[in-house]
């Protein structure tokens, strides 16, 4: 249950973070909707990433946790 909700975490967190970052600039520079259509996907390409990222980190300390217990 803890890595699902950490990579569902990274994955929000990426999409929140770009639209906020659209939105403020958005209404900033007057130029609605274009900053935050172009942060929300620039985030949510960041989001896919962290959890790229975040699954190879937990697949590859599971691997080693496993290999270690073989040796034993």
């Not at 007057?30 to 949510?44: K, Q, S």
């Not at 975040?54 to 599971?62: G, L, P």
């Amino acid at each position: 249950m803890g890595v699902a909700f950490r990579l569902v975490t990274e994955l929000v967190a990426g999409v929140f973070v770009g639209a906020a970052i659209g939105w403020v600039l958005d209404s900033w520079l007057g130029t609605r909707p274009w900053f935050l259509l172009v942060f929300f996907f620039i985030g949510a390409a960041a989001g896919i990433l962290n959890v790229y990222r975040a699954a190879r980190q937990i697949a590859a300390s599971t691997e080693r946790d496993a290999g270690g217990d073989q040796q034993g």
